[in-house]
């Protein structure tokens, strides 16, 4: 077993090793950070690819910071396996421990909708494959939560195709019983169920993802923030548990595809959880809108 230079983390050899020396950065390198970690452009010089590099932002970290790095890193281990979800490269282990993944030439989905008025098309195209990598990571034994779906975390490469990323606070599900704390503290609370709201020590199930894909949904067909007039996240909390869900004035009426998503958005953050559909279920109403519609 190779240990890195902090003690709390053992890397097993199943996770590549990727030597930091062979990584070049250019001038400007951070493409943007959030949480402990911040996320830099550089170009491998081996692999010959440019790749984005996610460490710690500062030196003095905790075990616990770096566990929670380690642990998103055996998790995007994973994600190679699936079309839709960021695979992991490899990890540098010093100076300190870094995730390197492939770089992603069209950044998040939420830049993308910030920015751009994306088609209709293109829209169902990468709902359905959102569903899709979920429904992989929900699939793996022991399954993967990730508890922070949002547009941010959806990254897009150079054809628009969409890989779920930011696995920062996912877990494992037999993970979330034994370690104290990992309730999804840090999930965003526009994103996070009204179950949560009403107790913040809960342990998570497949259906909060399924809930902020529902938050997800309306940011894709309506290109804005949920509750953006709201006076602050506590007052968002109280009204999400008593059942206040985005704006669906702000929902056009007048296309099939659009009422079509807008029914499945509401069924995916039913107040009960039990209502809330698989990602399986998701992926197949997305794939008949994605057909029907492009
Ligand atoms: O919207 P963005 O440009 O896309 O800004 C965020 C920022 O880093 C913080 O997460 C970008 N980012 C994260 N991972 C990658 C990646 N693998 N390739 C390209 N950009 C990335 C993200």
């Known amino acids: 077993e190779v240990q890195s230079r902090y003690p709390s983390v053992t890397v097993d050899h199943k996770l590549p090793i990727i030597e930091f020396e062979r990584l070049n950065f250019p001038k400007e390198p951070v493409l943007g ?15 010959r690819q440019e790749v984005a590099v996610k460490r710690l932002l500062t030196r003095k970290i905790t075990g616990s910071e770096q566990d929670l790095l380690y642990s998103e890193a055996r998790k ?20 300190n421990f870094a995730i390197v993944m492939p770089y992603m030439e069209n950044g998040s989905l939420a830049g993308l909708l910030r920015d751009v008025d994306v088609p209709w098309a293109l829209r169902w195209r990468m709902a359905h494959e959102i569903s899709l990598g979920m429904t992989f990571l929900h699939c793996q034994n022991p399954q993967i939560l990730h508890c922070d779906l949002k547009a941010e975390n959806v990254l897009l490469d150079g054809d628009f195709h969409v890989k779920i990323s930011d696995f ?25 169920p009204p179950e949560y709201h009403a107790n913040i020590n809960l342990i998570p199930t497949a259906k909060f993802d399924v809930y902020s894909f529902g938050v997800l949904l309306w940011e894709i067909v309506t290109r804005r923030q949920p509750y953006a007039h709201a ?10 548990e008593r059942g206040q869900r985005p704006d669906l004035t702000l929902i056009p009426t007048d296309r099939e595809d659009v009422t079509s998503v807008s029914q499945l958005m509401q069924t995916c953050w039913s107040q009960n959880p039990d209502d809330r559909p698989s990602f399986d279920d998701c992926a197949d109403r ?9």
């Not at 950070?33 to 692999?47: I, N, R, W």
């Not at 006076?231 to 999400?240: E, F, G, M, Y």
């Open 33 to 47: 950070s959030g949480g402990f970690a911040a996320v830099e452009k550089a170009y491998h010089l081996d692999l």
């Open 76 to 95: 995007l281990n994973l994600g190679s396996r699936s079309d839709h979800v960021i695979s992991l490269l490899g990890v540098c282990l010093d100076p």
């Open 168 to 192: 920062g606070l996912s877990k494992w599900k037999a993970e979330s019983r034994v370690v104290t704390g990992t309730s999804p503290s840090g999930s965003t609370i526009t994103h996070a």
């Open 231 to 240: 006076a602050n996240s506590a007052l968002i909390s109280i009204n999400v």
């Open 286 to 294: 997305l794939r008949h809108v994605k057909d029907r519609f492009s």
